[in-house]
């Protein structure tokens, strides 16, 4: 007897074999299911040992042991599936398949920085070109800059992010674990890990500081948000953009902030970037935007001071009920909801939640956030703030420069930002993996369903055969003129079915492979990585298809004729 050791989605569960003669053949057969905890693992498997009645088993009682313990292990594992994936798991994942690494981990990392691998960088690049397409691109009431990361130090000086932008750290006087807290909650939080008091350390303004210039270096910053970038920037914007208002100017970069504790792996880090929008109007004008019916899970100030559950409702209710002041607040919370549904992730895990008066910035009349279900449990995903007039104001002071525009109906006016959605890149790129992980129990491996749009690897193309010339000159063709127009790799290492959970682990949407017919009839098969549905496709229509299937433009069944293949 002996005990083997099995790894399925990275987790280790634990069996116990013995050789045996079934039908007259030598066989490795499964004599018990030992669970997922290796010491238990071995006591269980000493126990076995020590009862003679398993060393005489017949071939029956084996194969009803086999059952049984079978049973045991797709009940382990579905406990499993149902398990959400914990950051530290995430994080873990991420760093085996390429997608981030603890940044020069060589040298031990450094907190709160991180490096994104092969397919870390493609992930992240295509979540910043869906955002820039869907609010940039496509709306004619914005238009986009990207701003230098170290500025004017004054820029710091006016925003007030010198005099406030402050974290506080704490340590818990019970587990004396140190974290940070807003400013505001001084005195009220309690240690999230055992509810302890907290002891104040001290007060840290989160800007980094820099010199810049060799020999009479001037004290500069990294930029600790986007956003100063289009405040600065915004009277040479709308004169060259020809903007009139209602109108919005985005940027998408790095920030920096020296966080007290940088921890749950990306959530929060010292280097991250930011996806942000101002969006200036004249005083009091209204939206002329449909509040969209997406209905979230609401949490307003009142109802937190008043110790309510979140109600679910339409945002455009909530508007109406004066739950969301605003009309220009409703309508982009529910574009910026209606962006992340629009690629896949499942309403039931995002909600709305106001700020408390004291827990807004010092820049802010009204905020809520996106805030997300994360393994941690819910945190802010999104921020959606009401700057009023405080910024370009502050500008004014500060630079002596007047940034008032003049509108066509209006004359001169100076606008106010009415919302300001900031999205981190590093919180999108969590909640799109989240989303996708799932283990499938038949295939035993991972398939991580991104939207494809959102896939590092549009395509792995491979020979069925890597014996046949023919079929693989057939393939590598195929995969040289793919390469001109979509990120696609030729894969032909290991077997088929290995190849195509490489690729279902890494989200890869379609597998494409040639084999004998395929030079007979000059097509190709598309396998779904989500369903492991095939069709078969001619090569002169590969581009398109492969096209509107990544754009969910046309069902997969409908793109080419169904085939029956034995590996799935
Ligand atoms: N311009 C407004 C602003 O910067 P914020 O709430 O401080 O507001 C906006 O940040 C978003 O940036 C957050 O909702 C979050 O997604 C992201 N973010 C902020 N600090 C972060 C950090 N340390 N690490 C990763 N993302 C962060």
């Not at 449909?290 to 899970?297: C, L, Q, W, Y």
Request: aromatic share 10%; hydrophobic share 35%; proline share 4%.
């Amino acid at each position: 007897m002996f005990v083997v050791k099995k790894n399925i989605n990275g987790r280790d569960y634990y069996y116990l074999r013995k050789s045996a003669r079934i039908n007259g053949k030598v066989k490795a057969i499964t004599l018990a299911y030992l669970g997922s905890n290796r010491k238990l693992a071995l006591e269980k498997a000493k126990d076995f040992k020590e009862k003679p009645s398993v060393m005489k088993m017949t071939d029956d009682k084996s194969r009803e042991i086999v059952e049984k313990e079978k049973k045991a292990e797709k009940t382990e594992i579905s406990e499993f599936e149902k398990h959400m994936l914990s950051i530290d798991e995430l994080a873990v994942f991420c760093k085996r398949k390429g997608f981030v690494y603890p940044s020069a981990e060589i040298y031990g990392g450094l907190a709160g920085f991180w490096d994104f691998g092969h397919l870390g960088v493609e992930l992240k690049n295509n979540i910043k070109s869906e955002w820039w397409n869907y609010h940039v691109r496509k709306r004619e009431d914005m238009a986009g800059i990207d701003g230098a990361i170290i500025t004017n130090p004054k820029v710091w000086e006016a925003s007030g992010h010198i005099s406030t932008f402050f974290d506080v750290a704490v340590k818990c006087r019970k587990c004396k674990s140190t974290t940070k807290i807003d400013a505001s909650a001084a005195g009220k939080e309690k240690c999230e890990k055992c509810g302890g008091e907290f002891e104040v350390l001290g007060k840290f303004n989160q800007l980094f500081p820099v010199k810049v210039g060799a020999l009479n270096p001037v004290e500069a910053y990294l930029r600790g948000e986007t956003a100063q970038l289009i405040f600065t920037n915004f009277r040479l914007v709308q004169e060259n953009a020809r903007m009139s208002l209602p109108f919005g100017i985005a940027q998408m970069g790095k920030a920096f902030r020296n966080e007290i504790s940088p921890r749950e792996f990306i959530f929060r880090c010292r280097e991250f970037e930011q996806m942000e929008i101002e969006y200036f109007i004249a005083p009091a004008q209204p939206c002329p935007y449909k509040v969209g019916d997406t209905e979230i899970s609401i949490l307003s100030a009142d109802m937190q001071l008043k110790n309510e559950e979140p109600a679910k409702m339409k945002i455009s209710e909530a508007l109406k009920a004066g739950i969301i002041k605003r009309d220009w607040h409703a309508y982009w919370i529910e574009q910026e909801l209606s962006w992340f549904l629009s690629l896949g992730a499942s309403p039931d895990n995002f909600r709305i939640r106001q700020h408390l008066p004291d827990e807004k910035s010092h820049y802010s009349t009204d905020t809520w956030d996106l805030e997300y279900k994360f393994p941690m449990g819910w945190r802010e995903l999104q921020g959606f703030a009401d700057r009023s007039t405080y910024d370009l104001s502050q500008h004014q002071k500060f630079s002596g420069k007047n940034l008032e525009m003049t509108d066509s109906k209006l004359g001169k006016v100076l606008p106010e930002v009415v919302c300001e959605p900031s999205l981190g890149l590093e919180r999108a790129f969590i909640v799109f993996l989240l989303e996708a992980y799932h283990y499938d129990t038949s295939r035993q491996n991972i398939v991580l369903k991104l939207h494809p749009r959102l896939s590092p690897l549009k395509a792995a193309v491979f020979p069925i055969v890597k014996t046949d010339e023919a079929v693989v000159n057939l393939a590598r063709y195929i995969y040289d003129s793919l390469k001109e127009d979509f990120s696609v790799i030729y894969d032909d290492s290991g077997s088929v079915g290995r190849r195509y959970a490489r690729n279902d682990e890494t989200a890869t949407p379609f597998c494409i492979t040639t084999d004998d017919e395929s030079i007979k009839n000059n097509d190709a098969t598309i396998r779904n990585r989500d369903t492991t549905e095939q069709i078969r496709v001619k090569i002169s229509n590969l581009k398109d298809i492969l096209r509107k299937l990544i754009n969910k433009e046309i069902a997969f069944e409908k793109a080419g004729r169904p085939v029956n293949t034995r590996i799935k």
